[in-house]
Protein backbone atom coordinates (compact mmCIF):
# COMPACT_ATOMS: atom_id res chain seq x y z
CA UNK A 1 0.00 0.00 0.00
CA UNK A 2 1.61 3.58 -0.87
CA UNK A 3 0.54 6.63 1.08
CA UNK A 4 0.83 10.10 -0.48
CA UNK A 5 1.08 13.11 1.76
CA UNK A 6 -0.43 16.19 0.03
CA UNK A 7 0.28 20.07 -0.16
CA UNK A 8 2.41 20.11 3.14
CA UNK A 9 5.57 22.00 4.04
CA UNK A 10 8.33 19.70 4.71
CA UNK A 11 10.46 20.96 7.73
CA UNK A 12 13.38 19.06 8.34
CA UNK A 13 15.54 21.68 9.67
CA UNK A 14 19.28 21.15 7.58
CA UNK A 15 17.95 18.81 5.41
CA UNK A 16 14.63 20.69 3.80
CA UNK A 17 12.07 23.17 3.59
CA UNK A 18 9.58 23.38 1.27
CA UNK A 19 6.65 22.54 0.04
CA UNK A 20 6.17 18.84 -1.20
CA UNK A 21 4.36 15.46 -1.56
CA UNK A 22 5.42 12.45 0.33
CA UNK A 23 5.02 8.75 -0.02
CA UNK A 24 5.38 6.26 2.20
CA UNK A 25 5.44 2.42 1.31
CA UNK A 26 6.30 -0.33 2.99
CA UNK A 27 7.19 1.73 6.30
CA UNK A 28 9.88 3.95 4.82
CA UNK A 29 9.99 7.02 2.98
CA UNK A 30 9.67 6.10 -0.57
CA UNK A 31 9.95 9.42 -2.86
CA UNK A 32 9.94 13.26 -1.91
CA UNK A 33 8.34 14.36 -5.48
CA UNK A 34 6.85 18.01 -6.55
CA UNK A 35 3.46 18.75 -5.74
CA UNK A 36 2.74 18.08 -9.67
CA UNK A 37 4.40 14.76 -9.68
CA UNK A 38 1.33 12.25 -11.28
CA UNK A 39 1.84 8.68 -9.79
CA UNK A 40 1.25 5.96 -12.16
CA UNK A 41 -0.02 3.64 -9.01
CA UNK A 42 -3.75 2.87 -9.06
CA UNK A 43 -3.56 1.97 -4.93
CA UNK A 44 -2.63 5.29 -3.39
CA UNK A 45 -4.08 6.53 -0.21
CA UNK A 46 -3.82 10.45 -0.37
CA UNK A 47 -3.65 12.07 3.12
CA UNK A 48 -4.44 15.98 2.09
CA UNK A 49 -1.90 18.14 4.24
CA UNK A 50 -2.56 21.26 2.82
CA UNK A 51 -1.58 24.33 4.94
CA UNK A 52 -0.19 22.19 7.26
CA UNK A 53 3.78 21.34 8.41
CA UNK A 54 4.99 17.79 8.22
CA UNK A 55 8.32 17.58 10.28
CA UNK A 56 9.93 14.85 11.46
CA UNK A 57 8.61 12.51 14.13
CA UNK A 58 8.40 14.88 17.66
CA UNK A 59 10.31 12.77 20.40
CA UNK A 60 9.39 13.39 24.09
CA UNK A 61 12.67 12.65 25.97
CA UNK A 62 11.40 12.88 29.66
CA UNK A 63 7.97 10.92 30.63
CA UNK A 64 6.84 8.29 32.94
CA UNK A 65 4.89 5.99 32.00
CA UNK A 66 4.16 4.14 35.71
CA UNK A 67 4.49 0.80 34.70
CA UNK A 68 5.60 -1.73 35.78
CA UNK A 69 3.63 -1.00 39.37
CA UNK A 70 1.83 2.17 39.31
CA UNK A 71 -0.60 1.29 36.23
CA UNK A 72 -3.63 2.95 38.40
CA UNK A 73 -2.03 6.13 37.50
CA UNK A 74 -1.06 4.93 33.72
CA UNK A 75 -0.02 2.27 31.53
CA UNK A 76 2.53 1.75 28.66
CA UNK A 77 -0.69 1.70 26.65
CA UNK A 78 -2.30 4.80 27.89
CA UNK A 79 0.33 6.62 28.13
CA UNK A 80 1.94 6.00 23.97
CA UNK A 81 -1.52 6.52 23.14
CA UNK A 82 -1.65 10.19 24.41
CA UNK A 83 2.33 10.39 23.13
CA UNK A 84 0.60 9.57 19.19
CA UNK A 85 -2.25 12.20 19.91
CA UNK A 86 0.59 14.83 21.25
CA UNK A 87 2.04 14.24 18.45
CA UNK A 88 4.91 12.30 19.59
CA UNK A 89 6.22 9.44 17.72
CA UNK A 90 8.76 8.26 20.39
CA UNK A 91 9.52 9.04 23.98
CA UNK A 92 11.90 8.09 26.87
CA UNK A 93 10.72 7.23 30.26
CA UNK A 94 12.32 7.41 33.17
CA UNK A 95 12.94 4.81 35.25
CA UNK A 96 11.15 5.85 38.77
CA UNK A 97 9.03 2.34 38.28
CA UNK A 98 8.19 -0.44 40.71
CA UNK A 99 10.52 -1.80 40.39
CA UNK A 100 12.86 0.46 39.07
CA UNK A 101 14.21 0.16 36.08
CA UNK A 102 17.80 -0.24 37.16
CA UNK A 103 17.96 -3.82 35.69
CA UNK A 104 17.63 -6.05 32.15
CA UNK A 105 14.52 -7.69 32.77
CA UNK A 106 12.50 -4.67 33.51
CA UNK A 107 13.97 -2.83 30.75
CA UNK A 108 12.99 -5.42 28.64
CA UNK A 109 9.49 -5.62 30.31
CA UNK A 110 8.81 -1.69 29.29
CA UNK A 111 10.42 -2.68 26.11
CA UNK A 112 8.21 -5.52 24.95
CA UNK A 113 4.99 -4.02 26.42
CA UNK A 114 5.90 -0.75 23.99
CA UNK A 115 5.86 -2.66 20.97
CA UNK A 116 2.67 -4.66 22.17
CA UNK A 117 1.42 -1.51 22.52
CA UNK A 118 1.38 -0.38 19.23
CA UNK A 119 1.28 3.42 19.17
CA UNK A 120 4.54 5.63 20.03
CA UNK A 121 7.86 4.01 20.10
CA UNK A 122 9.63 3.65 23.73
CA UNK A 123 12.94 3.92 24.50
CA UNK A 124 13.94 3.29 28.10
CA UNK A 125 16.17 5.45 30.46
CA UNK A 126 17.71 3.06 33.26
CA UNK A 127 18.41 4.22 36.65
CA UNK A 128 22.07 5.11 37.60
CA UNK A 129 22.12 3.88 41.06
CA UNK A 130 20.21 0.50 42.03
CA UNK A 131 16.90 1.33 43.53
CA UNK A 132 17.44 4.92 42.79
CA UNK A 133 19.09 5.09 46.22
CA UNK A 134 22.16 7.05 45.49
CA UNK A 135 24.54 4.15 47.09
CA UNK A 136 25.30 1.62 44.20
CA UNK A 137 25.64 1.97 40.59
CA UNK A 138 23.22 0.16 38.40
CA UNK A 139 23.54 -2.88 35.93
CA UNK A 140 24.13 -0.05 32.97
CA UNK A 141 26.08 -2.24 30.46
CA UNK A 142 23.32 -5.15 30.99
CA UNK A 143 20.27 -2.63 30.32
CA UNK A 144 22.66 -1.24 27.46
CA UNK A 145 22.34 -4.23 25.81
CA UNK A 146 18.60 -4.70 26.83
CA UNK A 147 17.68 -1.47 24.82
CA UNK A 148 18.29 1.18 27.61
CA UNK A 149 19.14 4.62 25.59
CA UNK A 150 19.77 6.80 28.44
CA UNK A 151 20.78 6.87 32.67
CA UNK A 152 19.32 8.96 34.95
CA UNK A 153 17.59 8.78 38.83
CA UNK A 154 15.15 11.08 37.88
CA UNK A 155 13.31 12.32 40.48
CA UNK A 156 16.28 11.80 42.50
CA UNK A 157 19.44 13.37 42.32
CA UNK A 158 22.75 11.41 43.00
CA UNK A 159 23.87 13.64 45.79
CA UNK A 160 27.13 11.69 46.04
CA UNK A 161 29.75 13.49 43.94
CA UNK A 162 32.60 10.79 43.70
CA UNK A 163 29.81 8.45 42.30
CA UNK A 164 28.27 10.81 39.90
CA UNK A 165 31.99 11.20 38.70
CA UNK A 166 32.28 7.42 38.33
CA UNK A 167 28.88 7.18 36.32
CA UNK A 168 29.56 9.46 34.18
CA UNK A 169 33.27 8.19 33.62
CA UNK A 170 31.51 4.60 33.24
CA UNK A 171 29.05 5.99 31.07
CA UNK A 172 31.12 8.15 28.58
CA UNK A 173 33.02 4.72 28.07
CA UNK A 174 29.42 2.91 26.92
CA UNK A 175 28.89 5.97 24.76
CA UNK A 176 25.36 6.72 26.52
CA UNK A 177 23.46 9.71 28.06
CA UNK A 178 23.60 10.82 31.45
CA UNK A 179 20.44 12.60 31.84
CA UNK A 180 20.64 14.89 35.52
CA UNK A 181 17.86 15.65 38.42
CA UNK A 182 19.69 19.05 39.06
CA UNK A 183 18.29 19.46 43.22
CA UNK A 184 19.98 19.86 46.14
CA UNK A 185 17.79 17.98 48.64
CA UNK A 186 19.03 19.72 51.93
CA UNK A 187 18.20 22.98 51.08
CA UNK A 188 14.89 22.13 48.66
CA UNK A 189 14.40 20.32 52.46
CA UNK A 190 10.48 19.65 51.91
CA UNK A 191 8.98 22.60 50.23
CA UNK A 192 6.66 22.53 48.08
CA UNK A 193 6.78 25.38 45.53
CA UNK A 194 9.11 28.60 44.73
CA UNK A 195 10.52 30.06 47.45
CA UNK A 196 9.40 33.59 47.50
CA UNK A 197 6.05 35.89 48.14
CA UNK A 198 3.43 33.80 46.88
CA UNK A 199 4.78 30.60 48.62
CA UNK A 200 4.93 32.97 52.11
CA UNK A 201 1.52 34.65 51.37
CA UNK A 202 -0.48 30.76 50.81
CA UNK A 203 1.93 29.80 54.10
CA UNK A 204 3.55 26.87 51.97
CA UNK A 205 7.29 25.95 52.35
CA UNK A 206 9.31 27.16 49.94
CA UNK A 207 12.17 25.67 47.32
CA UNK A 208 14.82 28.38 46.73
CA UNK A 209 16.30 28.91 43.58
CA UNK A 210 19.57 27.58 44.44
CA UNK A 211 18.28 24.00 45.21
CA UNK A 212 18.50 23.46 41.08
CA UNK A 213 21.23 26.05 40.78
CA UNK A 214 24.42 24.55 42.83
CA UNK A 215 23.79 21.06 41.46
CA UNK A 216 23.57 22.49 38.14
CA UNK A 217 26.82 24.07 38.46
CA UNK A 218 28.25 20.89 40.65
CA UNK A 219 27.32 18.69 37.74
CA UNK A 220 28.99 21.38 35.08
CA UNK A 221 32.46 20.80 36.98
CA UNK A 222 32.01 17.04 36.81
CA UNK A 223 31.35 17.29 33.25
CA UNK A 224 34.36 19.24 32.80
CA UNK A 225 36.42 17.26 35.24
CA UNK A 226 35.62 13.61 33.25
CA UNK A 227 35.22 15.27 29.66
CA UNK A 228 31.74 13.29 29.76
CA UNK A 229 28.87 15.01 28.18
CA UNK A 230 25.97 15.63 30.70
CA UNK A 231 21.87 16.33 29.90
CA UNK A 232 19.94 18.40 32.48
CA UNK A 233 16.57 17.61 32.94
CA UNK A 234 13.22 20.67 33.46
CA UNK A 235 15.54 23.46 33.81
CA UNK A 236 13.70 26.65 35.68
CA UNK A 237 15.57 29.36 37.12
CA UNK A 238 17.42 32.11 35.48
CA UNK A 239 20.86 31.15 37.60
CA UNK A 240 20.96 27.79 36.09
CA UNK A 241 20.33 28.86 32.44
CA UNK A 242 22.83 31.74 32.93
CA UNK A 243 25.37 28.46 34.37
CA UNK A 244 24.71 26.33 31.51
CA UNK A 245 25.49 29.26 28.89
CA UNK A 246 28.46 30.22 30.52
CA UNK A 247 29.68 26.52 30.55
CA UNK A 248 28.99 26.37 26.74
CA UNK A 249 30.77 28.80 25.71
CA UNK A 250 33.60 27.75 27.60
CA UNK A 251 33.24 24.28 25.83
CA UNK A 252 31.82 22.31 28.34
CA UNK A 253 29.59 18.82 26.80
CA UNK A 254 26.09 19.93 27.99
CA UNK A 255 22.68 20.43 26.91
CA UNK A 256 19.48 20.71 28.66
CA UNK A 257 15.67 20.88 28.10
CA UNK A 258 13.01 22.62 30.23
CA UNK A 259 9.38 21.96 30.14
CA UNK A 260 6.19 23.81 28.95
CA UNK A 261 5.14 25.35 31.96
CA UNK A 262 8.03 26.66 33.28
CA UNK A 263 8.12 29.22 29.52
CA UNK A 264 4.25 29.52 30.59
CA UNK A 265 3.11 29.36 34.45
CA UNK A 266 4.81 31.30 37.17
CA UNK A 267 4.05 30.70 41.24
CA UNK A 268 1.85 33.80 40.85
CA UNK A 269 -0.46 31.02 39.01
CA UNK A 270 -0.39 28.96 42.40
CA UNK A 271 -3.83 30.02 43.01
CA UNK A 272 -6.88 28.38 45.42
CA UNK A 273 -3.47 25.56 46.65
CA UNK A 274 -4.46 23.95 43.22
CA UNK A 275 -2.34 20.88 43.22
CA UNK A 276 -2.33 20.56 40.12
CA UNK A 277 -0.01 23.48 39.95
CA UNK A 278 2.80 21.49 42.22
CA UNK A 279 5.79 19.81 40.45
CA UNK A 280 9.31 19.39 40.97
CA UNK A 281 10.94 21.64 40.22
CA UNK A 282 8.36 24.12 41.04
CA UNK A 283 6.87 26.97 38.79
CA UNK A 284 9.07 29.95 39.23
CA UNK A 285 8.98 33.82 39.36
CA UNK A 286 8.42 35.67 36.29
CA UNK A 287 12.10 36.87 35.75
CA UNK A 288 12.67 32.80 35.86
CA UNK A 289 10.13 32.30 33.21
CA UNK A 290 11.63 35.30 30.94
CA UNK A 291 15.12 33.85 31.51
CA UNK A 292 14.08 30.24 30.58
CA UNK A 293 12.11 32.10 27.10
CA UNK A 294 15.48 33.87 26.34
CA UNK A 295 17.65 30.50 26.87
CA UNK A 296 15.12 28.74 24.45
CA UNK A 297 15.77 31.82 22.05
CA UNK A 298 19.45 31.88 22.14
CA UNK A 299 20.04 28.00 21.94
CA UNK A 300 21.32 27.83 26.03
CA UNK A 301 17.93 25.65 25.95
CA UNK A 302 18.84 22.94 24.00
CA UNK A 303 15.21 20.78 24.54
CA UNK A 304 11.60 20.52 25.17
CA UNK A 305 9.90 17.92 26.90
CA UNK A 306 6.61 17.24 28.87
CA UNK A 307 7.85 15.73 32.17
CA UNK A 308 5.13 13.99 31.53
CA UNK A 309 3.71 12.75 35.35
CA UNK A 310 0.58 11.08 35.53
CA UNK A 311 -0.59 11.39 39.08
CA UNK A 312 -4.33 9.93 40.18
CA UNK A 313 -6.76 11.91 42.89
CA UNK A 314 -5.32 9.13 45.37
CA UNK A 315 -2.37 11.69 45.17
CA UNK A 316 -3.38 14.98 44.30
CA UNK A 317 -6.59 15.46 46.06
CA UNK A 318 -5.36 16.13 49.36
CA UNK A 319 -3.54 19.09 51.03
CA UNK A 320 -0.80 20.76 49.09
CA UNK A 321 2.04 20.04 50.95
CA UNK A 322 1.05 16.50 51.00
CA UNK A 323 -0.05 16.17 47.39
CA UNK A 324 2.74 14.22 44.62
CA UNK A 325 4.75 16.63 42.36
CA UNK A 326 4.29 16.75 39.19
CA UNK A 327 1.51 17.18 36.12
CA UNK A 328 0.77 15.79 32.69
CA UNK A 329 2.15 16.98 29.52
CA UNK A 330 2.15 14.59 26.24
CA UNK A 331 -0.88 15.86 25.25
CA UNK A 332 -0.52 19.85 25.49
CA UNK A 333 3.27 19.79 25.28
CA UNK A 334 3.19 21.04 21.59
CA UNK A 335 0.14 23.43 21.82
CA UNK A 336 2.06 25.20 24.41
CA UNK A 337 5.57 25.71 23.01
CA UNK A 338 3.71 26.89 19.47
CA UNK A 339 2.71 29.60 21.20
CA UNK A 340 7.02 30.48 21.25
CA UNK A 341 6.41 30.18 17.65
CA UNK A 342 3.39 32.96 17.25
CA UNK A 343 4.68 35.12 20.05
CA UNK A 344 7.94 35.62 17.82
CA UNK A 345 9.95 33.89 20.64
CA UNK A 346 11.23 30.90 18.39
CA UNK A 347 10.92 29.75 14.33
CA UNK A 348 8.84 27.45 13.71
CA UNK A 349 12.57 25.64 12.60
CA UNK A 350 13.72 26.07 16.16
CA UNK A 351 10.81 24.41 17.56
CA UNK A 352 11.23 21.05 15.40
CA UNK A 353 14.84 21.64 16.60
CA UNK A 354 13.60 21.49 20.01
CA UNK A 355 11.39 19.14 19.94
CA UNK A 356 12.21 16.60 17.58
CA UNK A 357 15.70 16.72 16.11
CA UNK A 358 17.93 17.55 19.12
CA UNK A 359 16.24 14.84 21.22
CA UNK A 360 17.09 12.53 18.44
CA UNK A 361 20.86 13.53 18.48
CA UNK A 362 20.50 13.21 22.03
CA UNK A 363 19.35 9.34 22.19
CA UNK A 364 21.07 8.80 18.79
CA UNK A 365 18.09 8.35 16.61
CA UNK A 366 18.23 9.06 13.03
CA UNK A 367 14.89 10.48 12.53
CA UNK A 368 15.75 13.00 9.05
CA UNK A 369 13.17 12.77 6.09
CA UNK A 370 14.83 11.48 3.83
CA UNK A 371 14.26 8.13 0.64
CA UNK A 372 14.68 5.10 2.77
CA UNK A 373 14.64 6.02 5.90
CA UNK A 374 12.07 4.91 8.73
CA UNK A 375 8.71 6.91 8.48
CA UNK A 376 8.36 8.50 12.02
CA UNK A 377 6.12 11.74 11.12
CA UNK A 378 4.61 14.36 12.66
CA UNK A 379 1.96 16.82 10.77
CA UNK A 380 0.76 20.19 12.77
CA UNK A 381 -1.70 22.69 11.92
CA UNK A 382 -0.18 25.65 13.54
CA UNK A 383 -3.30 27.59 13.43
CA UNK A 384 -5.60 25.12 14.97
CA UNK A 385 -7.23 26.36 18.06
CA UNK A 386 -9.00 24.92 21.01
CA UNK A 387 -9.80 24.97 24.63
CA UNK A 388 -7.96 22.38 26.96
CA UNK A 389 -9.72 20.20 28.41
CA UNK A 390 -8.29 17.07 30.14
CA UNK A 391 -11.51 14.96 30.40
CA UNK A 392 -10.25 14.81 26.85
CA UNK A 393 -7.30 13.22 27.20
CA UNK A 394 -5.62 9.55 26.19
CA UNK A 395 -3.77 9.53 29.36
CA UNK A 396 -5.40 7.54 32.36
CA UNK A 397 -4.29 10.89 34.25
CA UNK A 398 -5.61 14.15 34.35
CA UNK A 399 -3.71 15.90 36.69
CA UNK A 400 -3.23 19.13 33.87
CA UNK A 401 -2.49 23.48 35.34
CA UNK A 402 -3.58 23.99 32.18
CA UNK A 403 -7.63 22.95 31.96
CA UNK A 404 -9.44 25.71 29.86
CA UNK A 405 -6.56 27.28 28.43
CA UNK A 406 -7.21 28.27 24.85
CA UNK A 407 -4.36 27.46 22.78
CA UNK A 408 -3.62 27.64 19.01
CA UNK A 409 -1.80 24.71 17.34
CA UNK A 410 -1.65 21.11 17.49
CA UNK A 411 -0.78 17.68 15.93
CA UNK A 412 -3.07 16.74 13.76
CA UNK A 413 -1.23 13.21 12.35
CA UNK A 414 0.99 11.02 14.47
CA UNK A 415 2.79 8.08 12.04
CA UNK A 416 5.10 5.57 13.49
CA UNK A 417 6.82 2.86 11.09
CA UNK A 418 4.39 3.92 8.22
CA UNK A 419 1.67 3.21 9.89
CA UNK A 420 -1.18 6.16 11.40
CA UNK A 421 -1.29 5.96 14.86
CA UNK A 422 -3.52 9.05 15.60
CA UNK A 423 -5.10 11.28 13.02
CA UNK A 424 -7.74 14.04 13.48
CA UNK A 425 -8.67 16.68 11.32
CA UNK A 426 -7.40 15.94 8.15
CA UNK A 427 -8.52 13.76 5.80
Do not use: W
Request: net charge negative; with cysteine.
Amino acid sequence: MLIRIKGARILDPGNIDEKKDIFIKDHLIHDIVDPEYKNMEADVIIIDATGKILVPGLIDIHVHLREPGQEYKETIDTGLTAAARGGFTAVCCMPNTNPVNDNSQVTKYIIQRGKEAGFSRVYPAGAITQGLKGEVLSEIHDMKQAGIVAVTDDGKPVENSNLMRRALEYCKGLNIPVLVHAEDTSLADGGSMNEGPYATFRGIKGIPNAAETVMVVRDIALSELTKAPVHFCHISTKESVEAIRQAKKRGVKITCETAPHYFTLTDEDVKDYDTNFKMNPPLRSEEDRQAVIEGLSDGTIDMIASDHAPHSIIEKDVEFDRAAFGIIGLETSLSLSLKLVHDGKLTMENLVQKMSKQPATLLGINNDIRKGNIADLTIIDPDDEYVIDPSTFRSKSCNSPFSGMKVRGNAVLTMVNGRVVYQRGIQ
